[in-house]
Every structure is written in structure tokens, then in C-alpha cells.
């Protein structure tokens, strides 16, 4: 292909509106895309009108799975552009999901075909995974791991936004909700009402006291972290509240993970309804994505660098991610040392208002991508 082909398949793409939602016409049109060059690909149904994308090519071992996601997020804020209308200025081109991820998928695809259209012999397979959801939940890859389609997999190349660095490990994320369940009354007659508003407060201290004296640090993520994020209570000044609500994430690792979270506020959540009758809890996981692990010195890793600066002629460092990635639901089960790497192209300007993509570190990642799927006998 050349360049304006490629550029027109992102600008396709940022057009379609998959708005954390309607991935499907994303990929639709990339069946398309590849059935024009005798690639086979299949469509897993999600919901309506979302739908994960899986193809290959190659046969036999190492399979070496590259993914993307398909959605983005709102595309809300001010523009200078039109957000789904791909603005090529000064070497940027300018859309919604440009960054985050559109390119990286486009660019997964266009080194795939142009592999594919020269006929140029593949060690083992190279398998493309690609998601829906992965801004709201990651459903996309918890859907593909749970049908098996990690099963086979001996490596992990996630091409979110890391511009030329290579991110090796990345924290997890834990969303929870807890509602408290009281009884309204008129404030001026407090004991006929059971104040959930209160007795959340009273559940938010008990669980801020035993977070605050968490203090724990991962030499490649960081600190781990916890924040209250939603706080819903009451409607009415002069009446008792019957009913109260606290959504909160915290950003994991491994010295203190997901369920030491939970710990926390399950024992804080049972102290209180032994202690008396009029506290009531309900306690929802709305997301729970476990941290990740890598290293730094793996053999995929050490090829991307390699790879990296043969294309760019730059020096490509790495770094552990403080984000979390659909990596965290492909690698459930497997072992720490399974080799996986997220690079792709990018950069700041992921979700904000004027996202772009610089256009020659798109059109870099499509050959970075290529002599990957050319190498991928050295990376297991």
C-alpha cells in the first residue's frame, strides 16, 4: 500500500463512532478489508451491535497474538477539528481514537496484508485479537481468554499508545460500589429514620483508616493507590436519607493486589453490620483487573527494542504502566514469564480534546509490526 492508503484506512476507522459502544461496524469493516486479501477472519458476538475480531495467518508454532481495541471514548471537550472526520495538519493527523487506539489497529492490519500480499514466509502464526470494550471493562478480551482464544498463544503484543517506548508490567484496577440502606424521616424526628448517609460515612472511615496505613511501592508500577471517586446520598436537606452510595478504584500491585483491597472493606463492612442492626451494606464489583507482570529483559522485549530503533533510529526505553490494558484478561492463567509487551504508536494527547497521531509514527509502527511478525520465532 502506499501512504495515502494507509492513512485512509485510519481515517475509515476514526469515522466509524464506536463510542464505547457499536464496535461492530469497526469490525465489519475490517472483515472487509482483509477478505479483499484472502484473509479469513471470524466475528465473536459480544452483544449487539458489538462484536470482537480474530484472524490469522501463518500455521503452527510460536503463535504470536497481536491485539487492539475497537472502541474510544466520548468525544466531548473542544475541537478544532471535526473528532471523527481523520485531519492530517503538520504531520498530525487529528481524530478520536487517532491515538488511542485506531492507529495501532490499523496498523496491526496494513503490516498483516502487506506480509500476506508478498507472500513472504511466516514462522509459526501470527493471530490478530481484536476488542470491544476495553475502555469500560475490558469484556472484549475476559470474552476471547473464556472461549479460548489465548489458549495456544506463546506471546503478547498489545499496541496501545506508548509512542517508542516498550511498557513491560502495569498496574490493575478495582472499581467498587457500596450502598447503604437506611430509612427516611423528617429531620427533626432522626430517631423514626435509620441516616444511610451516616452509616456510610461511618463504613468510609473505618475503611479509609486501614488503606492510609497501606504504604506500598512497586519497583517497576509504583505506589499503590486508592481513591474515593462517586459519593451519591439523600435528596432533601430537611429529611433523613434512606439511602446512600460510594463508588471507589484503587490501582494495584502486587504487594498489595485486588483481594487485599477487598479484604479491607469486607471486614470493615461485616464489623459494623455485627455491631448493630441499622447498618445495612451492599457491595457490588464493578470491575476488577488484576496487575500485571513482564520483564523488562524478556526476548520479545529485547526484539521490539532492537526492531524499534532499526525503524526509527532511536534508542526505545521501557517503563512499567500506572494504566491498565486487555492484557490483564489475556494473561489470566498464564505463568509469569509468559513474554508479552505493549507498544504502539502514541502519545499525551490519548482521550483529550485534539487527539492526533503523528503521522510518520504511524506509518513506522505498520514496519515495526512487520519485521515482529517476521521474528516471531525469537521471542518464546
Not at 300 to 329: C, E, H, R, W
Request: with cysteine.
Amino acid at each position: 500500500m502506499n501512504k495515502q492508503e494507509k492513512i485512509k484506512i485510519l481515517a475509515d476507522l476514526v469515522a466509524i463512532r464506536s463510542v464505547n459502544n457499536n464496535e461492530e461496524a469497526v469490525a465489519q469493516y475490517l472483515t472487509t478489508l482483509l477478505g479483499k486479501h484472502s484473509i479469513e477472519t471470524e466475528l465473536v458476538q459480544y452483544a449487539p451491535h458489538r462484536a470482537n475480531l480474530v484472524a490469522e495467518i501463518g500455521t503452527g508454532k510460536p503463535v504470536t497474538v497481536f491485539s487492539g481495541h475497537e472502541d474510544v471514548v466520548d468525544a466531548g471537550g473542544d475541537w478544532d477539528t471535526d473528532p471523527f472526520d481523520l485531519t492530517e495538519q503538520d504531520g498530525k493527523l487529528y481524530g478520536r481514537g487517532a491515538c488511542d487506539m485506531k492507529s495501532g489497529v490499523a496498523a496491526m492490519i496494513i503490516a498483516m496484508i502487506e506480509l500476506k500480499e508478498a507472500a513472504t514466509p511466516i514462522n509459526g502464526t501470527i493471530k490478530l485479537l481484536i476488542t470491544v470494550g476495553e475502555e469500560v471493562g475490558e469484556y472484549g478480551a475476559e470474552q476471547l481468554t473464556q472461549q479460548g482464544f489465548m489458549e495456544n498463544a506463546d506471546v503478547l503484543v498489545i499496541g496501545e499508545p506508548t509512542g517508542y517506548r516498550i511498557c513491560y508490567a502495569h498496574k490493575g484496577s478495582l472499581d467498587v460500589q457500596i450502598k447503604a440502606k437506611g430509612k427516611i424521616a423528617h429531620s427533626s424526628i432522626p430517631t423514626l429514620g435509620n441516616n444511610a448517609v451516616q452509616n456510610l460515612l461511618d463504613l468510609l472511615t473505618l475503611i479509609n483508616n486501614k488503606i492510609q496505613k497501606v504504604d506500598v511501592s512497586d519497583p517497576a508500577i509504583g505506589d499503590f493507590l486508592f481513591n474515593f471517586t462517586v459519593i451519591k446520598g439523600g435528596n432533601q436537606v430537611n429529611s433523613i436519607p434512606g439511602t446512600a452510595s460510594v463508588e471507589l478504584n484503587a490501582r494495584t500491585i502486587d504487594e498489595f493486589n485486588n483481594t487485599d483491597v477487598l479484604k479491607i472493606i469486607k471486614t470493615a463492612i461485616e464489623k459494623l453490620e455485627q455491631q448493630d442492626s441499622k447498618y445495612q451494606f451492599e457491595l457490588n464489583i464493578l470491575m476488577d483487573l488484576p496487575p500485571v507482570d513482564g520483564d523488562k529483559k524478556n526476548k520479545l522485549v529485547q526484539s521490539g527494542q532492537k526492531i524499534g530503533k532499526q525503524v526509527t533510529n532511536q534508542v526505545i526505553p521501557t517503563f512499567g504502566g500506572t494504566y491498565t490494558t486487555d492484557a490483564a484478561k489475556f494473561l489470566v492463567g498464564k505463568q509469569p514469564t509468559f513474554p508479552f509487551m505493549i507498544f504502539g504508536p502514541g502519545n499525551s494527547s490519548l482521550h483529550s480534546s485534539n487527539e492526533y497521531i503523528s503521522t510518520k509514527m504511524y506509518l513506522n509502527f505498520i514496519e515495526i509490526y512487520k519485521k515482529l511478525m517476521l521474528n516471531n520465532q525469537n521471542f518464546a
